[in-house]
């Protein structure tokens, strides 16, 4: 496997059209253990890490943190400007390493965002972006 260029995470922009039809649509209750595993906040967008088996899901402002990324400006979509690198000023909805969590309907694992179903996709866009507790410790 060629590692010569694995120090800058894949980007993954969202200009484009999300395909693919492979699942039913969500279930509400999917949402009961969709939780931050770092500061405990629900209701609101995961990440996991990207091609991993680690399952940590994180919201967003600990994506940030875990992965020393700014998402500065991120919007209701959980969509930000790249502020770095070859991708700098595109759109994205990844934070370094954590892509986002789509559960899948069945509870089973989550999807691939560019192999989601609309309905999956739209379920994680329509949680909310940012947790609704602050951070504690966060000064
Ligand atoms: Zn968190």
Not at 30 to 59: D, F, P, Q
Not at 108 to 115: D, R
Request: charged share 20%; hydrophobic share 30%; net charge negative.
């Amino acid at each position: 496997m060629n590692v010569t260029e694995t120090t800058q995470p894949p980007i993954r922009v969202t200009t484009g059209t999300l395909v693919v039809m492979d699942g039913p649509p969500s279930d509400t209750d999917t949402r009961l253990s969709y939780v931050c595993t770092k500061c405990g906040a629900g209701n609101c967008k995961l990440w996991r890490l990207y091609e991993s088996t680690e399952t940590r899901l994180m919201c967003a402002p600990c994506s940030a943190e875990d992965q020393d990324r700014s998402i500065d400006g991120i919007n209701a979509q959980g969509q930000y400007t790249i502020a770095w690198g070859l991708f700098q000023g595109l759109p994205t909805v990844d934070i370094g390493w954590r892509i986002p969590a789509c559960i899948k309907a069945d509870g089973s694992g989550y999807h691939a965002i560019t192999n989601c179903p609309p309905e999956q996709w739209q379920w994680w866009l329509d949680l909310p972006t940012l947790p609704t507790k602050a951070k504690e410790g966060a000064t």
